[in-house]
């Protein structure tokens, strides 16, 4: 932390000695009902925008996620697709029915709970909404939501380019176009290819590129404004991402691998939306249609090694009553394969007024709409273990969410401000598979918001917030009869009460957030896991509820214009995330007491801090970013090490190019992402390890940029 009190000490001494420069821009939040301000909107919400994003060279979201307060992920694919905002989401592949705790949006396509098409060329700003929210986005929104709006047409014709080499083989080459179609159509198109080998060597193989990265992303928009009272966009998304996925090693040496069947991380997203605007002088109509189809597959080698490694092992030899009678070379070979295919449809529909058709003397904004979904998705899992199939399962799910939702804002005069919001939904599913189980549930969930916002002068806003979330129940196939009794579990209940403050300071140079947060979850899912000791290969994956817990912490967000050259911002997130009372069995049937532990991938402290400064065309960027040590997993006690990673950006910027070097974990900080504890090693009996998956280690590279319009 000391490093992020110096940048503290930093933003006082600017804001006290009143430097010339010129105030921030002001932030626009998109993810709500209507454009809001930043200091108008009464949720805890951090925005990352395209700048911000170009100064700490990031070219997927991953690469500035460390950044928000509260906000982790969890490492178990080659992209991040889980996600964790104050404790609360998944850590891996699910088994059956998506059901996400953290919704993740590009544009108006959810693509919850499949993250990894995140490029962040041609993205307008990042917006990570903390805390239920139901009234706009339902049960996808338990813990908060995570969009990524992209740029729109411009009326001027402009062109950027981006081209990317670094360490790693890493090969990046970007280009867009936007401008005018006709006199009333514009339009915007994107495609950016990414390439790099992953950071692993594959000793065995005599390949570098087994982890490799392989990413192609493509956005194209139309905007029609028909009339001044009709608007009508457009939206089309492509991404494909061919990805290997060889992390993974029985030493723990993090990045020379032995596999001889390494995995892929692959996944191709298309997806539309079609948004349409429509007012009178008496009421405001938004349609929303989107519908987006994704394929993807998750495959490793689960025995982490080669026949050559294992023969040259020695394990125990078992009769056909699996009595021991000796030693023979070890034979183990097992790979896990799962692939998916998602189609979702929505539309939606909103009603709002305008400035003539507000209730109650014109102060209050209403607000009413309807929404509908289908999601039908087919998962086929294949796992093989010494050349005989280990399981088979086919499934097919398909569910409809349809939900009424209200809001109200109202101006309460002497700075006061009230919203209050409401969504009923409900969700009938149906789900069937080749192991014969069979589920059709179907339940009725409801959540909103009540949020009171004080404008104490013209420099600070406060507000009170409590919010109702809500995250459907479910259902666990393929358990063995010991389990039968978790065959489904509730939905989820959380409850959260919020106060913050947010503040200009300086005429507008600076600002800053502070938040205080309390958490209650009813009926907590918690996902978990028990090793086979009968088959160790295997895992039995299942959700139960574990009662109820409470978590609460803080977040502080800062910014800073200390002088016309020099920014400072920062962050910081303190979490407290337990356990309510929650017993479960392991393996062998021995009860493990976790009530009032830590929660997984919850850290205590998220933290960052940094500085850019612009000068006569020269740029340079310093930036820091850390976790404490967390829980890997629900299922052990395995723990994380704490973390501090340095990045830094140089370079000088021209009116129509730029030309940057960059470097991002400077320090080559070696730091776990993701962590198992369990036995996959036959000459050691299979005896309990910790096994380690570590994030990116250093990479340095250079980035040449051009634009023109």
């Given at each position: ?127 990570v ?6 009234t ?41 176009v936007?401008?005018p179609a ?7 198109l ?46 089309y ?19 020379d ?43 490793y ?5 080669n ?66 979904r289908?999601?039908?998705?087919d ?17 097919e ?5 349809t ?24 969700r ?57 009794d ?9 409850y ?34 028990l ?31 200390a ?8 962050s ?27 929660l ?5 402290w ?12 020269w740029?340079a960027?310093?930036?820091l ?16 090490q ?34 198992f ?8 009996d ?24």
């Amino acid at each position: 932390m000391t490093e992020y009190r110096l940048i503290v000490s930093g933003l006082a001494l600017a804001i006290a000695g009143q430097v010339a420069a010129a105030p921030l821009e002001e932030i626009t939040v998109t993810a709500d009902f209507r454009d809001t301000t930043w200091q108008e909107v009464p949720s805890s919400i951090t925005v990352i925008d395209q700048q911000a994003m170009r100064d700490e060279s990031a070219r997927h979201f991953e690469d500035v996620l460390n950044s928000v307060a509260n906000l982790n992920w969890s490492g178990a694919t080659s992209r991040p697709r889980y996600f964790q905002i104050r404790g609360v989401g998944e850590q891996e592949d699910y088994q059956g029915a998506p059901n996400s705790s953290v919704g993740f949006m590009v544009d108006d396509v959810d693509l919850s709970g499949l993250g990894m098409a995140a490029s962040t060329f041609d993205i307008q700003q990042i917006e990570v909404l903390r805390g239920p929210q139901s009234t706009r986005f339902g049960a996808n929104a338990l813990a908060g939501m995570i969009r990524l709006k992209s740029e729109d047409p411009t009326d001027t014709f402009a062109v950027n380019g981006q081209v990317t080499l670094g360490q790693d083989d890493q090969q990046g080459l970007g280009l867009s176009v936007s401008g005018p179609a006709g006199e009333q159509l514009s339009y915007r198109l994107a495609v950016e290819s990414q390439q790099q080998n992953g950071y692993r060597d594959n000793a065995y193989l005599g390949r570098d590129d087994t982890n490799g990265r392989d990413e192609l992303t493509t956005r194209a928009k139309l905007r029609w404004d028909a009339t001044d009272n009709l608007r009508i966009d457009l939206n089309y998304l492509y991404a494909r991402l061919d990805n290997g996925y060889d992390a993974w090693t029985l030493d723990n040496n993090g990045f020379d691998t032995l596999t001889d069947k390494p995995g892929t991380d692959n996944q191709t997203t298309q997806g539309a939306s079609l948004k349409i605007e429509w007012a009178t002088d008496e009421v405001a109509l938004t349609a929303i249609t989107s519908l987006a189809n994704t394929e993807h597959q998750h495959a490793y080698d689960g025995d982490w090694a080669n026949p050559d490694y294992w023969a040259a092992k020695t394990c125990t030899a078992y009769d056909d009553d699996w009595n021991p009678v000796g030693t023979e070379p070890c034979v183990y070979d097992y790979i896990w394969d799962k692939q998916a295919e998602r189609d979702t449809l929505s539309q939606e529909f909103r009603l709002a007024s305008t400035e003539a058709s507000r209730l109650f003397n014109g102060s209050t904004d209403w607000l009413l709409g309807i929404y509908g979904r289908t999601l039908e998705e087919d998962n086929d899992l294949y796992s093989e273990y010494n050349s005989w199939p280990d399981e088979v399962l086919a499934s097919e799910y398909r569910a409809t969410n349809t939900a009424v939702f209200a809001q109200t804002d109202s101006d309460l005069g002497a700075g006061w401000a009230l919203s209050v919001g409401l969504r009923s939904e409900t969700r009938n599913a149906k789900y069937e598979d080749s192991n014969n189980d069979n589920f059709s549930p179907s339940e009725s969930m409801w959540g909103g918001h009540l949020a009171l916002t004080k404008v104490l002068s013209d420099s600070h806003t406060s507000y009170v917030r409590l919010a109702r979330g809500y995250k459907a129940g479910g259902f666990n196939m393929t358990l063995p009869p010991a389990l039968a009794d978790k065959k489904t579990f509730d939905a989820e209940t959380l409850y959260n009460a919020e106060w913050a403050l947010k503040s200009n300071w300086a005429e507008g140079r600076a600002h800053t957030t502070v938040t205080l947060f309390y958490m209650d979850r009813q009926d907590q899912q918690v996902a978990a896991s028990l090793q086979d000791p009968d088959d160790p290969q295997r895992f039995i994956l299942f959700t139960e509820n574990a009662g109820s817990s409470d978590n609460y912490g803080a977040e502080f967000e800062g910014r800073i214009s200390a002088t016309e050259q020099i920014e400072f911002y920062g962050s910081v997130g303190y979490l407290q995330a337990q356990y309510g009372d929650y017993v479960y069995q392991d393996k062998y049937g021995s009860p493990v007491d976790l009530s009032g532990r830590d929660l997984a991938h919850a850290p205590r402290w998220t933290y960052s801090a940094g500085m850019s400064f612009r000068s006569l065309g020269w740029f340079a960027n310093l930036s820091l970013n850390g976790k404490s040590a967390f829980y890997y997993s629900d299922s052990n006690d395995s723990r994380s090490q704490a973390y501090t990673l340095f990045n830094a950006r140089v370079g000088y910027e021209a009116q129509s190019w730029a030309l940057y070097a960059w470097g991002r974990n400077l320090t080559d900080e070696r730091y776990g992402v993701r962590g198992f504890y369990f036995g996959n090693d036959p000459s050691e009996d299979w005896a309990d390890t910790q096994y380690i998956r570590f994030g990116d280690p250093r990479q340095i590279g250079v980035t040449a940029q051009l634009h023109f319009d």
